[in-house]
């Protein structure tokens, strides 16, 4: 316990002390003032005095602009940031477009082809549950038969072409003959699961790569054999495909695939969620809904997104200029502008492994958010700037975060 | 724990959801510590858009900072009292008799609900006349936002001993004012202390 500080003070000496301005700001009960007073009863009197001058100046109401105005200043600044950042922004060397017209020739040539095979349903069956994403360790299931189990929070996946086995955190290397399916007559698969909480980098046999999200599962075989490089997932992918214009590469989901040649491009399309979107940054893709005979499929261009409506079962295309935001959890963040918030409640439980409890009729009054959270961060971290941004109070026990919605009361304003 | 300092940095390396942050955590206080200074509301706003489009172009170029809300408050001060300097050269009224801006540190218009509260502002006008502006200035950092001394010297341009000065010349108007007005006093805090 501090020795008395306020033994010889004066009404002055007081309102001249910083922190003893701040602690009749925090003292609020009775009881704690009379605490206070009563450990610092050599000096009571001038506190008292010191106390009244001081409770004239308080505020106790949150003064808070008009929404309208708030809206159109910040429209103002926003626009103005924009413009002077695109007016200000270095050159990038990066070339943008590399798809010739010769090669979009063959896109549309195998379209035409797929339209035939793809009559027959072709859903591949995760060899395991949905309930094995809810468990700590990233599995690699191989397709001679072994699982192999990754410690790491984050794993880089490489299967080394030609050599029948697989690297580890350019470490471990672990041995996979390819191994047919005498049923089917085609490779079998190697899969991956990525649990909720955790996400990884994978390399196939024809250079691709694929980062891989929370919550998701992926299937691919160690080779790609066939006239075309046919892969599945259950989850959220961003993909780097390795250009080959011969052998289409096709992102096959519950629902929707999605063929490309040589291109960049993120997919989510979680069986549990109801939209399954995809983005395209650069190159050309051709998307379509596998669950009907007949189907037409979509062709996508740079900065595009389709969202494909599991209960309207309908793709709608839409511009999308800011798609790098749509892969910023490959670098750990994750970026939403105008989003619903429940939808980032959704994804949050994905990253962190985690469930959110609240009343969903609060939730979803809660107007559009915006936002960057760093996945890097502990949970308790994002909460905070969370709760900071949309105010609401939390509380977290375990895995459970619950949201308290007590809406703060607003001063009536004309 | 993302700081100030983190968050500032992130607003100069052109990261739009700093931005976003920045605005929408001060806004509501900058707008309302201009109301301080004058009732002219579209004046206000054009300051801080001001503020804001100065920080946007500069960005590279501003220093680091510790306390944001801080950092802001002085440049608007600033910004805020040549702005009213210039709208009173343009306007008609005859200034003779004060060479320096007149500031008009004032207490919001609350809507008052009961009649203590009207008869506590009042007072609390009737005392804050007693001071002059830069006075009534310093009590609002000291006693309403509690700021210390660094910070009020930092915001207001003055060094230690003048901040100091300011705030006991200010203590003993007050505290002759209350013993004038002990009526006043008894009926107010008879309210407080049973609060």
């Known amino acids: 316990m501090r020795g008395k500080k306020y033994n010889a003070y004066s009404v002055e000496d007081l309102l001249h002390d910083q922190e003893f301005v701040s602690i009749v700001k925090r003292l609020n009960s009775p009881e704690e003032w009379d605490q206070f007073l009563q450990y610092e009863s050599e000096s009571a009197n001038n506190i008292i005095q010191a106390r009244k001058i001081l409770q004239l100046f308080q505020t106790s109401e949150e003064e808070i602009l008009a929404k309208e105005k708030n809206q159109k200043l910040w429209d103002n600044i926003y626009r103005f940031n924009t413009e002077f950042s695109r007016h200000h922004k270095s050159i990038s060397l990066k070339t943008f477009v590399r798809v010739a017209a010769s090669i979009l020739i063959i896109i549309s040539l195998g379209g035409l082809l797929y339209l035939h095979f793809n009559k027959v349903k072709n859903q591949y069956q995760f060899s395991e549950s949905r309930n094995d994403l809810k468990t700590e360790s990233l599995l690699l299931v191989l397709s001679n038969g072994n699982t192999v189990k990754l410690e790491k929070s984050e794993s880089k996946i490489k299967v080394l072409t030609g050599q029948c086995a697989i690297q580890i955190d350019n470490d471990q290397i672990i041995e996979n003959q390819s191994t047919i399916n005498k049923a089917t007559n085609n490779a079998k698969f190697n899969e991956v699961i990525i649990p909720f909480g955790k996400k990884s980098k994978l390399v196939l046999g024809d250079g691709t790569t694929v980062w891989l999200n929370a919550g998701s599962r992926f299937a691919f075989p160690q080779e790609f054999n066939g006239k075309k490089r046919e892969v599945f997932l259950d989850g959220e992918a961003y993909f780097e495909v390795a250009k080959n214009v011969n052998k289409p590469f096709i992102v096959s989901t519950a629902e929707i695939n999605v063929e490309v040649l040589g291109t960049r491009f993120n997919v989510s399309a979680y069986k549990s969620d109801n939209l399954c979107e995809t983005v395209l940054l650069e190159g050309s893709v051709n998307i379509w809904d596998n669950t009907r005979l007949f189907t037409e499929k979509i062709q996508m261009v740079p900065n595009q997104k389709a969202t494909y409506d599991k209960t309207g079962k309908n793709i709608a295309l839409k511009s999308e200029l800011e798609s790098g935001r749509y892969i910023s959890w490959v670098n750990g963040w994750y970026e939403f502008k105008n989003e619903d918030f429940e939808l980032v409640l959704k994804k949050l439980e994905k990253y962190y492994n985690i469930n959110f409890e609240y009343d969903q009729t609060v939730i979803s009054k809660i107007l559009p958010v915006s936002g960057k959270l760093d996945l890097k961060e502990s949970l308790n971290e994002v909460m905070i700037v969370l709760s900071r941004v949309t105010k609401f109070e939390y509380q977290i026990t375990g895995k459970i975060v619950t949201i308290k919605t007590n809406i703060k009361k607003q001063p009536m304003r004309n | ?195």
């Not at chain 2, 605005?23 to 579209?42: A, H, V």
């Not at chain 2, 804001?52 to 440049?75: A, C, G, M, W």
């Not at chain 2, 001993?161 to 805090?189: C, E, G, H, P, T």
Request: net charge positive; glycine share 2%; with cysteine.
């Open chain 2, 1 to 195: 724990m993302t700081t100030d300092k983190d968050i500032w940095n992130e607003f100069k390396n052109e990261e739009a959801n700093a931005l976003s942050f920045i605005y929408s955590q001060n806004i509501d206080f900058l707008f309302f510590y201009g109301k301080r200074f004058t009732s002219d509301e579209e004046f206000i706003l054009d300051i801080i858009q001001d503020l804001f489009y100065d920080l946007i172009k500069y960005r590279k170029s501003v220093s680091q900072t510790d306390n944001i809300r801080l950092y802001l408050l002085k440049s608007f001060r600033r910004k805020l009292l040549r702005g009213i300097e210039i709208k009173h050269k343009l306007t008609k009224l005859d200034r003779e008799y004060n060479l320096v801006p007149e500031i008009v540190f004032s207490i919001e218009e609350e809507m008052i609900t009961d009649e203590e509260q009207s008869i506590r502002v009042k007072f609390i006008r009737r005392g804050l006349k007693e001071l002059n502006a830069k006075q009534r200035e310093v009590i609002y950092y000291k006693f309403t936002l509690g700021y210390d001394y660094d910070q009020i010297c930092e915001i207001m341009s003055i060094n230690y001993d003048s901040a100091r000065q300011l705030v006991s010349r200010s203590i003993n108007s007050l505290k002759q004012f209350m013993s004038k007005n002990k009526f006043f006093l008894l009926f107010i805090y008879r309210r407080l202390t049973t609060e």
